[in-house]
């Protein structure tokens, strides 16, 4: 697994960098001081999880999280050492996945990592089956496509799914696409729910909304309410 670490201090970036390493050796680390290299990185490198500190120069973290996450399909986890809420509940709306504060403590960090441990371990057609659906979710995916993608045959690829990523291909495809519906609401306050729907890769608003209210326990309208 590919990761992007971003910090303009030195030694703060050398400390997350052996922490993560130490832990998972296997993982390719990618070091940036500025959005400027991060950005270099990123247009020659398939990442799937950044750590942004919020003081960069140039352009902020946050700034960099929004310009990122237009663009590429990637996890973003901000590193401040303000503990302010504000900064937390802006990141979120930037669709930043989580936020540790400094100085890193091992055990938290850890324990936001532990969940992407299953990923590093994917198998190369797997991973790449993942990083498809990540980026094409929006669009009419079929395994069949999936599988053509990648060259391996339909079968394989379900039975294989299913094995390493615990959940079939139909079960993880919706779950990616409740998650960008999820940000969708919060970030265009604007936009309707059959619209956003339709833009997360749902043929039917209702099944939408009943898929919604099964993973959150709310309505796409009460979920907006409640966040917004």
Known sequence: MNVLLVDDEPLELEQLEYLISNKFPSWNLFKAQDASQAIQIMHSNNITLAFLDIHLPGKTGLELAEELSKTYTLDIIIVTAFQDFEYARTSIRLGVVDYITKPVIEEELY????KYERIGSYSDPIYQAVQIIQSEFNEKLTLHYLASKIHINPAYLSRKFQEEVGMGFSEYLNEVRLKAAQKMLIECPD?????????CGFNSQHYFSQMFRKMTGKSPRDYRLKEI
Do not use: Y
């Open 111 to 114: 324990k936001i990592l532990i």
């Open 191 to 199: 936009m309707s729910i059959n619209g956003i729907s339709e833009k």
